[in-house]
């Protein structure tokens, strides 16, 4: 690399750097793959990934919001199913609802289930992690009993609904921008413009990156908190109408294990777990790799279905440790620069969990 | 530990029988693996650190030994070794990677319980392995002491020198350093890394043998085994009053928040509840452990505060 082009390539902001490195793998495993799988590069195959990765996209999305903040959602799996099945549900009863009155309903249950967490999390000062191991389960609770062990079944809804994630928005040789693909790139995009540009979003990212910080400068902490989880409740709400338009049939155990997804493709798409880092978009593109790479896999004759989570594992591993050892590097270079050709960096070795695991009392 | 009276209490009024030793061991039924990596888990959370893939190393273990036994060239004691070798391994290789790229724990055990859990399917894609010779099946079935099966003896085993080596040792003592403040652990001297390496190494061993005996009771092998056991693990040691972010919790309180939550599932499993539910109440439960402390120091810190702004002078 030239002396110019790494002085570009400097400039660029580290979230940038990773985004363009997601880009590139996913290109470059397309690619790949695109060489020895027959009928890999089709429209086909297009269409299921996009359509597939939605549900995980969303939530992807939701778990960053929440992660930024130096805190955890592990209930958006069980929120999912709730807004899933009780959507389902209110549609069997109000066929005359469309699609707009069922997303908005999602996402307010989604937002309801949301602020519960926020509130044990911001003003209970219940570590993020304990609450929401707590409401994984007390969220299925709930739906099981309202449930009675029934399932909403597809005959029941209105006829809108199972057609929903074929809907075309736009169709080229083949290739379609499916209707719910664009919605969550539109998510994702409101979500990124809001985070970078209004004092909210900055704010939610100070808190994050050094919560002591950010409270001597009186930045409201309780209160950016609590919108981050109701925000991420209301995501998982959308993302279970998502689920809902492509299972038809719910039952109570919709959205199991959906959060480790979540986790995963916000960790492998830079979204530091300490907070304070990374994008809504880096965990977008988190997720379609994910996505891309198991549906790849797939197709793969030679590779046995079996080998899914096991590379996944693999993936994630390999995520973070670029991403930290990025992390590193870039401190010590701004270090380096702010501080004169020999500053050391003074980094904390105490990468345990205290530091991850969030939402804790400050004042201890 | 109210909370475990209560539950004693109750189940009393529910069913005459309680008290017997019948019951007791009956109350484990469930439960008996479980708990062996709960005694671990306390000390990884103490120490700082967490290990989300338990479960799944448990999983991977037993299909390692299942394989093993299944190719009929290895006498079963082998398959047995080979599966607790596996199990050291998950945890040598993820607590490698914590320590030498100074990773989450959160992060590298998440990708472990993802990963492992694959390795177990690829190891035995659909299938079941079953078909272990009479003795393996007894172990897990039978009992060994008295009236306990050999899975609760080493648990209570396992507690003891846990128990001993946690707030009696010099290890102990160094894992609640560490937990407390990882760097002011280096810089008193403490060997950090070499800790936490030992910790999840044997936290995979444990695990390993947790779900070794837990294919013994079963009689099988699936690539399923002991899936989302870990929610429940990590549940029972936070119960125990230990601190999510390390450097506090006892063996006692952890010992009694087994005893809780098992009494807790036995219970409602005796009224009939759905094991969601269990869970449910459990959840809730979880949450309160920590909220009521919480609210119950804040309501103590705004009466101390009225008290003072009365008595000083306006």
């Known amino acids: ?364 | 530990m109210v909370v475990l009276a209560i539950t004693i209490v109750i189940n009393v009024l529910l069913s005459p029988f309680y008290f017997g030793v019948d019951n007791f061991i009956n109350l484990f039924w469930l439960s008996n693996e479980k708990i062996i990596v709960v005694v671990i888990m306390t000390f990884v959370i103490i120490s700082g650190e967490i290990d989300l893939s338990v479960a799944s190393v448990m999983g991977f273990s037993a299909a390692v030994m299942a394989t093993v036994h299944q190719t009929g060239s290895f006498p079963l004691v082998v398959a047995i070794l080979a599966g607790l070798g596996a199990g050291a391994i998950a945890g040598l290789l993820q607590g490698w990677v914590i320590t030498r790229f100074a990773l989450p724990s959160l992060v590298v055990t998440l990708a472990g319980l993802i990963g492992f859990r694959g390795a177990a399917r690829v190891i035995l894609e659909d299938e079941s392995v079953g078909d272990f010779p009479a003795w393996f099946d007894a172990m897990g079935q039978q009992t060994l002491l008295g009236p306990l099966p050999v899975a609760l003896v080493i648990f209570f085993v396992g507690l003891a020198l846990a128990w001993i080596t946690l707030e009696r040792g010099a290890f102990g003592r160094k894992v609640y350093v560490i937990g407390n403040n990882a760097d002011v652990a280096r810089f008193s001297g403490v060997a950090v890394d070499s800790v936490k390496l030992r910790l999840f190494v044997t936290s995979g061993l444990v695990a390993g043998l947790a779900g070794i005996l837990f294919a013994a009771r079963l009689g099988s092998v699936r690539g399923s085994l002991a899936e989302f056991f870990e929610l429940d693990i990590i549940t029972m040691v936070l119960l125990g009053g230990v601190s999510i972010f390390g450097g506090s919790g006892t063996m006692f309180g952890v010992a009694l928040a087994v005893f809780t939550v098992l009494n807790i599932r036995n219970g409602l499993g005796l009224a009939n509840v759905d094991g969601i539910i269990q869970t449910g109440v459990i959840g809730v439960l979880l949450i309160a452990s920590v909220l009521l402390p919480n609210l119950a120091r804040r309501l103590g810190q705004v009466s101390a505060r009225r008290r003072a702004t009365a008595q000083a002078p306006p």
């Open chain 1, 1 to 364: 690399m030239t002396s110019a082009t790494a002085r570009r390539f400097r400039r660029l902001s580290p979230d940038r750097v990773k985004e363009l490195i997601l880009l590139g793998i996913i290109v470059g495993s397309v690619v790949v793959f695109g060489s020895f799988v027959d009928g890999y590069l089709s429209g086909r195959f297009f269409n299921r990934v996009t359509t597939s990765v939605v549900i995980v996209a969303i939530l992807a999305a939701a778990q960053a919001l929440v992660i930024f903040s130096r805190n955890i959602d592990l209930s958006v799996g069980s929120t999912v199913g709730v807004s899933a099945y009780l959507t389902a549900d209110f549609l069997t009863a109000n066929t005359w609802a469309n699609p707009v009155v069922a997303m908005i309903i999602a996402m307010a249950v989604g937002a309801v289930l949301g602020s519960l967490n926020g509130l044990l999390v911001a003003y209970g000062r219940v570590p993020a992690i304990i609450v929401t191991l707590g409401t994984l389960a007390i969220f299925r609770t709930l739906i099981s009993l309202y449930s009675g062990g029934a399932n909403v079944l597809a005959g029941d809804l209105p006829d809108w609904v199972l057609g929903f994630n074929n809907l075309t928005v736009l169709s080229i040789a083949g290739f379609d921008l499916r209707l719910v693909f664009v919605i969550a790139v539109a998510v994702v995009v409101i979500l990124q413009w809001a985070l970078r540009r209004l004092r909210v979003g900055r704010r939610l990212y100070a808190i994050g990156s050094n919560p002591e910080a950010a409270r001597q400068a009186g930045l409201a902490a309780p209160r950016l908190i609590m919108v981050s989880f109701v925000g991420a409740g209301a995501l998982a709400g959308l993302a279970g109408f998502m689920f809902m338009v492509r299972a038809g049939t719910i039952s109570a155990t919709a959205g199991s294990g959906l959060e480790l997804e979540s986790v995963a493709a916000a960790v492998v798409g830079g979204v530091s777990i300490f907070g304070g880092s990374g994008t809504m978009f880096g965990a977008f593109l988190g997720a379609i790799l994910i996505d891309t790479l198991e549906l790849s896999l797939v197709r793969v004759p030679e590779v046995s279905e079996f080998w899914r989570d096991a590379a996944l594992g693999i993936l994630i591993l390999l995520a973070v440790i670029l991403d930290a050892t990025l992390q590193r590097r870039f401190t010590r270079r701004l270090t380096r620069e702010v501080r004169g050709p020999d500053a050391t960096d003074q980094q904390s070795s105490d990468r345990s969990l205290s530091s991850v695991v969030g939402g804790g009392p400050v004042d201890e």
